[in-house]
C-alpha cells in the first residue's frame, strides 16, 4: 500500500511539474544557442514548419533594419503576470533589441490565457506605437486563433510587424550602429 502511494505521489508531483505555468527564467532563449533561431516553442504549440518560417522572416528583417524581433509561444505564464509584463521581463533579461537603439520586439502567444501582445522596445515603440500592435493582433492574429489555427495566426501577426520595421521611412530610426 506504502509502494502505491508513493508512485501515485510521485506522478502528481511529476504532472504538477509538467503543467505548471512557464516563468521567466525556464523559458528558452534559443537565439543564444543559435544565432538563426528568434522562435522559442517550448511548448511545441506552434508546428516545426511554422518555427522554421519565422525564423526566416525575422531573420531577413534582422538583417535589413537591425531590428530584433521575437516569437515566444507558451502554454502558460505564472498568475503573478500580465501579458505585457512578463514580454518586457523577457526582453530585458533577453537582452532583445540592440543596446544604443532599443529595437527589439516581443510578440508573446499564452494560449491558456487565449492572449497575444505585442512588446516592442523603446527604439522601437515610433513605429509600433500600442494602436498599431492592438491592431496587428486584431485584425491578423485574432480571425486565426478563433478557427485554433496559432500557426497562421503567429504568422500573420509577425509578417505585419516585419512590415512595420522594413519601411524604408523607418530605415534610420530602427537601424542600429552595433552590429
Same mark, same amino acid.
Given at each position: 500500500m506504502k509502494r502505491h502511494f508513493l508512485i501515485l505521489l510521485v506522478c502528481l508531483i511529476s504532472l504538477c511539474a509538467i503543467c505548471a505555468p512557464t516563468d521567466i527564467d525556464n523559458v528558452p532563449n534559443v537565439h543564444v544557442a543559435d544565432s538563426t533561431r528568434f522562435v522559442s516553442n517550448p511548448d511545441n504549440i506552434l $508546428?516545426?514548419?511554422?518555427? *522554421?518560417? /519565422?525564423?526566416?522572416?525575422i531573420s531577413? +528583417?534582422?538583417?535589413? +533594419? $537591425?531590428a530584433e524581433?521575437?516569437?515566444?509561444? /507558451? $502554454? *502558460? %505564464?505564472p498568475e503573478k503576470y500580465e501579458l505585457i509584463d512578463f514580454?518586457?521581463? /523577457?526582453?530585458?533579461?533577453?537582452?532583445?533589441g540592440k543596446a544604443d537603439k532599443d529595437n527589439g520586439v516581443i %510578440? /508573446?502567444?499564452? +494560449?491558456d490565457r487565449r492572449k497575444i501582445t505585442i512588446a516592442p522596445g523603446k527604439g522601437a515603440e515610433g513605429v509600433l506605437p500600442d494602436i498599431v500592435c492592438n491592431r496587428i493582433i486584431r485584425d491578423d492574429a485574432i480571425p486565426y486563433f478563433r478557427q485554433g489555427d496559432y500557426? @497562421? @495566426?503567429?504568422? !500573420?501577426? +509577425?509578417? !505585419?510587424?516585419?512590415?512595420v520595421l522594413t519601411d524604408p521611412r523607418y530605415a534610420e530610426e530602427l537601424r542600429s550602429a552595433i552590429p
Open positions: $508546428s516545426q514548419a511554422c518555427v *522554421d518560417s /519565422l525564423d526566416a522572416m531577413h +528583417t534582422w538583417k535589413a +533594419t $537591425s524581433p521575437v516569437v515566444i509561444a /507558451l $502554454s *502558460d %505564464i514580454a518586457v521581463a /523577457l526582453g530585458e533579461k533577453w537582452g532583445v %510578440i /508573446l502567444l499564452v +494560449t500557426d @497562421g @495566426g503567429i504568422m !500573420a501577426a +509577425t509578417a !505585419a510587424v516585419c512590415r
